[in-house]
C-alpha cells in the first residue's frame, strides 16, 4: 500500500532532551516536507527537500534540522526541544515538488513540558 | 510568511446545502491546491488547479482561481454530514521555489 508513514504517533517530553520523528514513503517520491501544525495558524512548512541530499528551509525552521540521505526516509531532528515545539507535525511527500499532489503522514502529536 | 488566508474561519450549514469556502493568496502561483483534513488527521489531496485554468470540477467539488484577485473559491454542492471537515489551499510561488504555503483553513460541519 503506498503510504507515507511517521513514527512515533505521540510523544511526551522534557526540554532538552534530543529526538528524532522518522517520516519514510514507498512511493518513490522526489520531494518530501515537514510541517507543524497549530490551532489558528493552519500548516506552517517547516523544511523540504527535494531530492536526496538536497534539503531547504521552510517558513518555520528554527529549533530543527533534517536530512535526506535516501530517498524513502526524511528525519525530522530537535536537538533541543523546547515548550513552544509542542505541536502536531505532518510529513508530505510528492512525486515532483509542491506543484504536485502531496500526499501526508498519519501526524505526530509532540508535547514538550 | 503566510500566503494563503481563508475565509470564512467557520461555516456551519444543513446537509443538503452548498458551501463555499474562499482563499487569497499574495505572489504569483503556478498552482493552488485544496486539501481536506478530518479532526487532527493527515490531509488529504481534493484538487489540483493550475494558473492558467480558470475553473475545474471533480465530483460534487468545484474550484475556480482569479489570478488577477489572486483568489480561489471551493464549492461543495449538496453537502453530506461526512462533508464535516477542515479545509485548506496551498499555493506553490512561481519561480520555481519549493515551499508550499498552506492558508489558515475553514472548518466546516454539516448538520444532518
Known amino acids: 500500500e503506498a503510504q507515507v508513514t511517521q513514527n512515533p504517533r505521540y510523544l511526551i517530553t522534557v526540554t532538552g532532551k534530543k529526538l528524532t520523528v522518522t517520516c519514510s514513503q514507498n512511493m518513490n517520491h522526489e520531494y518530501m516536507s515537514w510541517y507543524r501544525q497549530d490551532p489558528g495558524l493552519g500548516l506552517r512548512q517547516i523544511y523540504y527537500?527535494?531530492?536526496?541530499?538536497?534539503?531547504d528551509k521552510g517558513d518555520v525552521p528554527e529549533g530543527y534540522k533534517v536530512s535526506r540521505k535516501e530517498k524513502r526516509n526524511f528525519p525530522l531532528i530537535l536537538e533541543s526541544p523546547s515548550p513552544n515545539q509542542t505541536s502536531l507535525y505532518f510529513c508530505a511527500s510528492s512525486l515532483q515538488g509542491p506543484y504536485n499532489e502531496q500526499f501526508f503522514g498519519p501526524g505526530t502529536r509532540l508535547t514538550v513540558l | 510568511s503566510q500566503q494563503g488566508e481563508e475565509d470564512p474561519q467557520a461555516l456551519s450549514i444543513q446537509e443538503g446545502e452548498n458551501a463555499t469556502m474562499n482563499c487569497s493568496y499574495k505572489?504569483?502561483?503556478?498552482?493552488l491546491q485544496w486539501y481536506r483534513q478530518n479532526s487532527g488527521r493527515g490531509l488529504v489531496h481534493l484538487i489540483l488547479i493550475r494558473s492558467n485554468e480558470r475553473e475545474k470540477h471533480s465530483g460534487r467539488l468545484r474550484v475556480t482561481l482569479d489570478t488577477s484577485k489572486k483568489s480561489s473559491s471551493l464549492l461543495i454542492t449538496a453537502s453530506r454530514a461526512a462533508d464535516t471537515a477542515s479545509y485548506f489551499c496551498?499555493?506553490?510561488?512561481?519561480?520555481?521555489?519549493?515551499?508550499?504555503?498552506f492558508g489558515q483553513g475553514t472548518t466546516l460541519q454539516v448538520k444532518p
Open positions: 496551498a499555493t506553490d510561488a512561481r519561480g520555481n521555489t519549493g515551499k508550499l504555503i
Open positions: 527537500s527535494m531530492n536526496v541530499e538536497v534539503t
Open positions: 505572489t504569483s502561483i503556478n498552482n
